[in-house]
């Protein structure tokens, strides 16, 4: 079978430095917000362009504690997408936020800002922007729209790590873009650890210091709460060392996964669109395709020894836990529209030549 994804490629070729990066981290016993987990909150801002990077035990976590962070009393209401697997409606639900639903463009699947400016009011306190797939949203028109209600920015960088306007040096970074940005380092995202992690990324050192205070009981200093609200969400030095290591490999990895989709893309038949992942604006995540019934599409690639899996299939407004009654029903038409449509394919930088020749001639033959 080619697989949707195979995390032991790339630990075999990275078996000997990570032994290396973990061995250090246990040579020298620190193994909470030690001198390695300092130095990648100081990396990944580098990296990101921003001014403060906190690590955090998740990506959901860290939009949790950006939206703590950016709120402001008398608001409530968190506006995000539908189609970006739930995880900004989970979040803004444990930070004990209301979550209210933009649609999407038909094109990208990304947040509709013309779409946004009907769901805006003074009630709004965040409008999460997720960089679905891996391309990078345009952050400047939602900001345009959101400005005039005073509400935030948080993008959500878990599907984004890498993604830059403007070329890698000098050019703008997923993360550096709005308020605050989220982002998770869990293992099939682009920069992965061996677990879970995450980060907040941000230009506002008011934002920075609560986040660092919320991911660790709410201390102001030791043993002392100064914010309510908070919790236990460390990214560990060992986690911190893995993904110190990682990050300069990911921009020949989501380069690699360009080219993957590339590949798909000129392969496909006029029924399947692939979402197109064209330069470093994209990070390239997942290789999304658009076909009358995903399903049947699915099969086909199953009979072709081909892995697929669908991102998402049930939209946030129809989760049977966020159903709740009395409530009048959201209607996304684009949003809706895209169910049974979407599907991903096979995308990592260690698939093979052979295997994407054998992705592309099953799409052919669909
Ligand atoms: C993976 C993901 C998250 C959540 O990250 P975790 O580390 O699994 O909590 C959030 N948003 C998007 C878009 C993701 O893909």
């Known amino acids: 079978m080619v697989p949707i994804n195979d995390l032991a490629r790339a630990l075999a070729l990275q078996r000997e430095d990570l032994h290396r990066a973990i061995d250090a981290v246990l040579a020298r016993g620190r193994l909470v917000h030690g001198p390695e987990h300092a130095a990648f909150e100081r990396d990944l801002a580098a990296c990101v362009g921003v001014a403060h990077a906190v690590g955090v035990a998740s990506g959901t976590d860290a939009l949790e504690l950006a939206l703590r962070a950016v709120r402001t009393d008398g608001r409530d209401v968190v506006v995000t997408v539908a189609n970006a697997g739930g995880y ?44 679905l797939y891996g391309r990078l ?4 028109a939602v900001r345009a729209v959101v400005e005039p209600w005073g509400a935030a920015v948080i993008e959500d960088c878990a599907q984004a790590f890498g993604a830059v306007r403007g070329g890698a040096r000098g050019g703008v970074h997923a993360g ?13 995202k682009n920069l992965g650890a061996l ?88 990070a390239a995540h997942l ?32 989760q049977p836990a966020f159903l709740t009654e009395g409530r009048s029903p959201v209607s996304l ?12 394919l096979p995308c990592f930088p260690e698939l093979t030549d052979a295997e994407i020749e054998r992705v592309c001639r099953a799409l052919a033959a669909y």
Not at 109 to 118: C, F, R, S, V
Not at 137 to 140: F, H
Not at 241 to 249: F, I
Not at 288 to 316: C, F, K, N, Q
């Open 195 to 282: 677990g879970d992690g995450g980060a907040v990324t941000t230009d506002r050192a008011d934002v920075a210091a609560r986040v660092t205070r919320l991911r660790q009981y709410g201390w102001g200093e030791k043993y002392r709460i100064v914010d309510d609200g908070g919790r236990n969400s460390r990214l560990d030095e060992i986690q911190a060392a893995v993904l110190r290591y990682r990050m300069p490999l990911v921009a020949a990895g989501n380069a690699r996964r360009r080219e993957v989709i590339a590949r798909y893309a000129a392969a496909a038949p006029a029924s399947v669109r692939v979402l197109d992942a064209v330069g470093p604006e994209h």
């Open 176 to 188: 550096s873009l709005g308020d605050a940005a989220a982002f998770s380092f869990y293992p099939t």
């Open 88 to 131: 900004a409606s989970v979040a803004a639900r444990r930070a004990g936020l209301r979550v209210r639903y933009c649609d999407v463009d038909p094109g990208t699947h990304l947040l509709d800002p013309a779409h946004l400016a009907g769901v805006l009011d003074a009630e709004v306190c965040a409008v999460v922007v997720t960089h």
């Open 287 to 318: 290789a999304v395709v658009e076909a009358d019934d995903a399903a049947r599409l699915a099969a086909h690639l199953r009979t072709w020894g081909i892995m697929s899996e669908v991102h998402y299939p049930v939209p946030d407004h129809h």
């Open 137 to 140: 949203a345009d952050v400047a």
């Open 333 to 344: 038409p684009v949003t809706e529209s895209l169910v049974g449509r979407v599907l991903s």
